[in-house]
Nanobody, 119 residues
Framework: QVQVVESGGGLVQAGGFLRLSCAASGRVFRLNAMAWSRQAPGNQRELVATITSGGSTNYADSVKGRFTISRDNAKNTVYLQMNSLKPEDTAVYYC?????????????WGQGTQVTVSS
């Protein structure tokens, strides 16, 4: 089994910053792509940023230039640095980890961490 645990959410004023962390533990044989998604009340889950095992990144247009995804492969951890936060960034942020095992990528999700940006 693989456990994925997010941390770092909280309440921040508009223009502020937060750093989210996500650690994968357990039977992590090989950690491939990792990603952050978010879901605001009444909205569908939105993919925010992805990072491959080699460090290639992609971002949603809504966060480009403000958010940075990074990872520490030695710690099986991915981070999301969020700067210049806006009220519309308010959501539950979820981490996704893809673990390669026996020829297949297995996808695991964390429980989410709340980010609230006040105006």
């Amino acid at each position: 089994q693989v456990q994925v645990v997010e941390s770092g959410g909280g309440l921040v004023q508009a223009g502020g910053f937060l750093r989210l962390s996500c650690a994968a533990s357990g039977r992590v044989f090989r950690l491939n792509a990792m990603a952050w998604s978010r879901q605001a009340p009444g909205n569908q889950r939105e993919l925010v940023a992805t990072i491959t095992s080699g460090g290639s990144t992609n971002y949603a247009d809504s966060v480009k230039g403000r958010f940075t995804i990074s990872r520490d492969n030695a710690k099986n951890t991915v981070y999301l640095q969020m700067n210049s936060l806006k009220p519309e960034d308010t959501a539950v942020y979820y981490c996704n980890a893809n673990v390669y095992y026996s020829g297949t990528d297995w996808s695991y999700w964390g429980q989410g961490t709340q980010v609230t940006v006040s105006s």
